[in-house]
């Protein structure tokens, strides 16, 4: 690794040094500006740069680059003001090619265009579609109900089950998943009914009041839980149902379908709120949803994209507008999320499926190309954490490296870079004049330091007679932005429970180790927001040496604790105390001292459990918190 340092400073050296010799002055102006970019990472260049001056770089230029290469040794007929000079300059050229140095430094940022291409601004990921989201961001209930689940009636024959039968498999569905026939009570299914669920769980956190269910074709549906149909007012194809929320939500049941047998069962259905009976079909988006989201930047589709373990791979199979349901495994049309970019003017950040092929890609961008308002860019990444071996996209790039290579080792790294690469020359490609609306995203896990070579270098891929990874048009660099003060490691359980008996400075003490990092002693890792803004100028340099933006493709708290329930309610009333307004703050301009560009929440809306406090807001209705405080905050003096 020493020898590439000293190879990359002597190269950049001689390119510096050659470049000034054609042109000092202009070369002296370069340095000066260089040197006052970089000043968190760079500190002594500046000054140093302040003492030389266009005459003496004209000076400098005379001496033949020979004369210095030779370790400091010079040749005879030197005058000492030249030797003086020579002295001077090289000290200056080295600090800067020390500026330069990475773990595996392979390009200059002098001369480099992207740098100044994106602002600092904060986006926010969505949560991601479900019955039991609080985010409810559709006028259409139905569009987030839950998948049909098989059921019978007590007393007919067979009927054995519950709740469910669990024959999912065995449903006659369209292509866009309406239910089709339903089996007799004599036929082999158990099922001979199937119900959905909507707004569930949600401790009667959704509107109440009249809803209309709007449907085509013939059958029966019949509503229970919060829901009772309206008998006088209701007529075929548009029921009528008061709901009275509380937790248990509206479950909706098909009990009979197509009962002619001439192809018109029941589809098509739509829950919406009477108010929005004449509105809906341009109005898709509920009103206060928008209000929530309107002043993030950028929002990142990863979830209602169900990208974790996504099962998209063909362009014919994608989600459609058509589909009964978006909280299924195919997530949110294209053509939704493309809908709500362009009326709150945000841009987008889609993540592409692991198993996405080439024309997948292509066509996704040729859509986005034509339906994107023109002065709108687009962030792409490739999947998502395909390093976590949580989510099964991490395994499939280990096969797909393993499969490649013959190795083992970090090819699931590399592998994930020569995808990226070759994602990011498919869009841009697509996007022709206009590929500077394309934003391509190369993430990698923020507390494996290193690791990021192997997915920007892929020496691997190069080993074949390719460019680096990150060569293949690629913008930005993207990390996590997470603090959690270690206060959810296992280790720290009993120090931490201790703290939760204390009250009020028990309270004290979480926030300040969250901040400072110092009541629990960490070795080689800190998650503090002292902790956390290291790792922000580690990768800024990082980011920097290969001429690359610096995002955050996910940031906020990460407190969890799923396995002890008296931790997890700690942890959630941490998340609603006014402190955690202070902490994001510092954690946002942490980010903006270090040359943070993107800066992404996670996430929007969404309801506390023991799997974390993720949602900025608890609840659609919830118009603030602290969390969110700080956020729109920060927005605001930044805009």
Known sequence: MMKQVRFFRNTLFKRIFEKYRQSSVGAWHSAQKFSDSPKNSCPNAAPLLSDVTPTTLQTFSKIPF????????????????????????????????????????????????????????????????????????????FKSARSWITQCQSGEPECKSGWSTDEFDQLDLDPNGWVKSLPAPADPPEYTRVSTLLFRDLIGQYPGGRYVVLYTGEGTLEYGFDARKDEATSKRGRDVITVTPSDAGIQLTITATDPRKTGSYIRNIQVIPEQYEQTYRTQVFNPVFLERIRKFRTFRFMDWMQTNGSEQGNWDTRAKVTDATYATGKGVPLEVMLDLANRLGIDPWFNMPHKASDAYMTNFAKLVRDRLKANRKVYVEYSNEVWNWQFPQAHFALQQGKSRWSTEGDVFAQWYGLRTAQMSDIWKRVFGQQRSRVVSVMATQTAWRGLENSVLDCPLWVDEGNQPCYQHSIDALAIAGYFSGMLGQEANQATVEAWSNEGEAGYKKAIAQLDQGNLIPSKDYDDSIKGVTDWFRYYQNVARSRGLQL?????????????????????????????????????????????????????????????????????????????????????????
């Open 551 to 639: 995002v955050a493709y996910e940031g906020g708290q990460h407190l969890v604790s799923s396995n002890n329930p008296k931790l997890s309610e700690f942890f959630i009333n941490l998340n609603r105390r006014p402190e955690m307004t202070d902490l994001y703050t510092k954690l946002l301009e942490a980010w903006k001292q270090a040359g943070g560009t993107l800066f992404m929440n996670f996430s929007d809306i969404g309801r506390p459990s023991k799997w974390g406090s993720w949602g900025a807001l608890e609840y659609v209705s919830q118009a603030r918190s602290p969390k969110y405080d700080a956020l729109i905050n920060f927005i605001d003096r930044n805009s």
């Open 66 to 141: 020979k004369i210095i290469s030779r370790r400091g040794k010079f040749f005879a007929g030197i005058s000492k003001r030249s030797l003086s000079l020579a002295a001077g300059m090289t000290a200056t050229l080295l600090i800067l090619s020390a500026c330069l140095s990475s773990p595996h430094p392979t390009q200059s940022p002098l001369g480099s265009s992207a740098l100044a291409a994106l602002p600092m601004s904060v986006g926010t990921n969505l949560n991601g579609i479900a019955d039991w989201s609080t985010q409810q961001p559709f006028i259409d209930a």
